[in-house]
């Protein structure tokens, strides 16, 4: 009995340094965060907060400007996802064939990954730079158009120009993974569809996609989420602007908060984002659920 009970100690001791940065950085700050969104906690020195109960988050159903930002943010989010998954699967069959340089052309496809999404931004910036962007002077020496355009400030074109650069940042990774899950599929599945189906897009349909599906559906969902969520590479690129076209949760957030200091309601659109990302999370294990019982039958 003492040796077990002196076992299980260890064993909570070893998991100590794993598990209390997760409470205090994720677990502690999530809690307080919820707590804060049932109060009317303002910005200030000492100031009292008092407990308010469900008004934030009857003021959040109707405040428009919050339900545009929500509407904008599942469009950037799932433009992002989609987008990104069809390039990255791309890519990933690509890399996943035999040709010369193939390593090399592997390892450069994990250098955008390993940018910090801060130095992302600023790049992008400088591309899209009106007067003397690299974009700008590209397509008025192509003669595509004749005179610059303000990328990220005119409406018609903020959102798309914003969405490229998320896509770009989400490549990387999603090719990885999905490249990973190639390499697991069975030669001998493959070889096998191929007897049967003569083109390519046969075999993948047969062979390839239910092998790599249950994997394809999980990065989807964590690009859905990480893009969802995303904050610093729209802030920097165009702080929420045009008029809000751009206003995704998380900067309508931090505007409530550090602009104009009402924490306890920007407590409550951190909870809101919250349950979108549960229910996302929700759906996608049951579409994985779904598709392992099929590949079980």
């Given at each position: 009995?003492?040796?077990?009970?002196?076992?299980?100690?260890?064993?909570?001791?070893?998991?100590?340094?794993?598990?209390l940065p997760v409470i205090f950085f994720?677990?502690?700050?999530?809690?307080?965060?919820?707590?804060?969104?049932?109060?009317?906690?303002?910005?200030?020195?000492?100031?009292?907060?008092?407990?308010?109960?469900?008004?934030?988050?009857?003021?959040?159903?109707?405040?428009?400007?919050?339900?545009?930002?929500?509407?904008?943010?599942?469009?950037?989010?799932?433009?992002?996802?989609?987008?990104?998954?069809?390039?990255?699967?791309?890519?990933?069959?690509?890399?996943?064939?035999?040709?010369?340089?193939?390593?090399?052309?592997?390892?450069?496809?994990?250098?955008?990954?390993?940018?910090?999404?801060?130095?992302?931004?600023?790049?992008?910036?400088?591309?899209?730079?009106?007067?003397?962007?690299?974009?700008?002077?590209?397509?008025?020496?192509?003669?595509?158009?004749?005179?610059?355009?303000?990328?990220?400030?005119?409406?018609?074109?903020?959102?798309?120009?914003?969405?490229?650069?998320?896509?770009?940042?989400?490549?990387?990774?999603?090719?990885?993974?999905?490249?990973?899950?190639?390499?697991?599929?069975?030669?001998?599945?493959?070889?096998?569809?191929?007897?049967?189906?003569?083109?390519?897009?046969?075999?993948?349909?047969?062979?390839?996609?239910?092998?790599?599906?249950?994997?394809?559906?999980?990065?989807?969902?964590?690009?859905?989420?990480?893009?969802?969520?995303?904050?610093?590479?729209?802030?920097?690129?165009?702080?929420?602007?045009?008029?809000?076209?751009?206003?995704?949760?998380?900067?309508?957030?931090?505007?409530?908060?550090?602009?104009?200091?009402?924490?306890?309601?920007?407590?409550?659109?951190?909870?809101?984002?919250?349950?979108?990302?549960?229910?996302?999370?929700?759906?996608?294990?049951?579409?994985?659920?779904?598709?392992?019982?099929?590949?079980?039958?």
């Amino acid at each position: 009995m003492n040796k077990s009970k002196s076992r299980n100690m260890a064993q909570t001791m070893l998991l100590l340094p794993a598990v209390l940065p997760v409470i205090f950085f994720s677990v502690a700050p999530i809690g307080y965060g919820l707590f804060l969104a049932f109060t009317n906690a303002r910005a200030g020195n000492n100031l009292q907060f008092e407990f308010t109960g469900l008004e934030n988050f009857q003021r959040l159903m109707s405040d428009t400007p919050f339900l545009e930002s929500l509407r904008i943010g599942i469009v950037w989010a799932v433009s992002v996802t989609l987008i990104g998954l069809f390039v990255s699967l791309f890519f990933a069959v690509l890399l996943n064939g035999d040709f010369p340089g193939r390593s090399f052309f592997r390892s450069l496809a994990v250098i955008p990954w390993a940018i910090p999404p801060v130095v992302i931004a600023l790049m992008w910036l400088l591309v899209y730079e009106p007067t003397s962007g690299l974009l700008n002077a590209v397509l008025t020496e192509s003669g595509a158009i004749d005179k610059n355009i303000s990328w990220l400030i005119q409406p018609g074109f903020a959102m798309p120009a914003a969405i490229l650069v998320g896509v770009w940042a989400t490549i990387p990774q999603t090719t990885l993974v999905i490249l990973a899950a190639l390499q697991g599929v069975p030669r001998e599945l493959e070889e096998a569809a191929s007897i049967d189906r003569a083109n390519v897009f046969g075999v993948f349909k047969v062979a390839t996609w239910p092998s790599i599906k249950r994997i394809v559906y999980a990065i989807a969902t964590l690009d859905f989420i990480s893009a969802f969520n995303n904050f610093s590479i729209v802030f920097i690129l165009t702080d929420g602007s045009p008029g809000g076209a751009i206003r995704l949760p998380a900067i309508f957030a931090y505007q409530q908060a550090f602009e104009f200091g009402d924490f306890g309601y920007a407590s409550a659109v951190g909870v809101a984002m919250i349950l979108v990302m549960s229910v996302s999370i929700a759906l996608a294990f049951r579409v994985i659920a779904r598709g392992g019982e099929k590949a079980n039958d």
